[in-house]
């Protein structure tokens, strides 16, 4: 384990917790005052078990990093609750939980290559894409008078996922998501 300063921590790096889990990070924010101390703000899940919890500490306090392995891999199918996925060197397969992968379930799609991150042999938890490519399922119709920049709808991928977008958006286009916060990016270019 490697002792790290909290302001250095980011979205997706795992921590070892004072209570001895594993944690994964899904957000971290730093607030410096102008008066008094900067401390940071950590949005964390734990790894065995998906509970999230949030702790504040100050910018200089330090946290114990867990050294993970990131291992490439390629998501192949669904079979009831775990999602199979397989080593583009070894061609070993390897199993996930739905709590292991976590929000960005929604954004899975077959074939899609991701960093599984390993932790003594065992896979704990994964790393999607930042962005993906998928197509609209459904949306609501344009509200007459709305202005396409400022308001936006919500709309239905055909992974499931809900995500906001500006009102030209119709049903059937394909469009980049944010896979970080589930943000759309732009029209898909293909």
């Known amino acids: 384990m490697v002792k790290e300063i909290a302001s250095n921590f980011r979205k997706g790096q795992v921590i070892e917790h004072e209570d001895g889990h594993l944690y994964v990070v899904l957000k971290a924010e730093t607030f410096r005052p102008g008066k008094g101390t900067p401390t940071t703000t950590i949005d964390m899940r734990r790894i065995t078990d998906g509970v999230k919890t949030v702790i504040t500490v100050k910018t200089t306090d330090t946290l114990e990093k867990a ?3 990131e291992v490439p891999h390629t998501y192949l199918y669904k079979d009831g609750d775990e999602y199979i996925f397989i080593n583009i060197e070894t061609y070993d397969q390897i199993s996930l939980t739905e709590a ?6 929604g954004f899975l799609q077959e074939n899609a290559e991701c960093k599984i ?8 938890t994964i790393t999607l894409p930042t962005r993906v490519t998928m197509a609209i399922l459904s949306t609501e119709p344009v509200v007459k008078g709305q202005t396409a920049s400022s308001s936006y709808k ?4 055909e992974s499931g996922a809900r995500v906001m977008v500006p009102p030209h958006i119709e049903a059937g286009t394909r469009i980049v998501i944010n896979t970080d916060d589930s943000s759309y990016v732009e029209r898909a270019k293909d």
Do not use: S, Y
């Open 67 to 69: 050294f993970v392995e």
């Open 100 to 105: 292991m992968i976590g929000d960005g379930i």
């Open 117 to 124: 991150l390993m932790f003594d042999g065992k896979a704990i």
């Open 154 to 157: 919500p709309a239905i991928v």
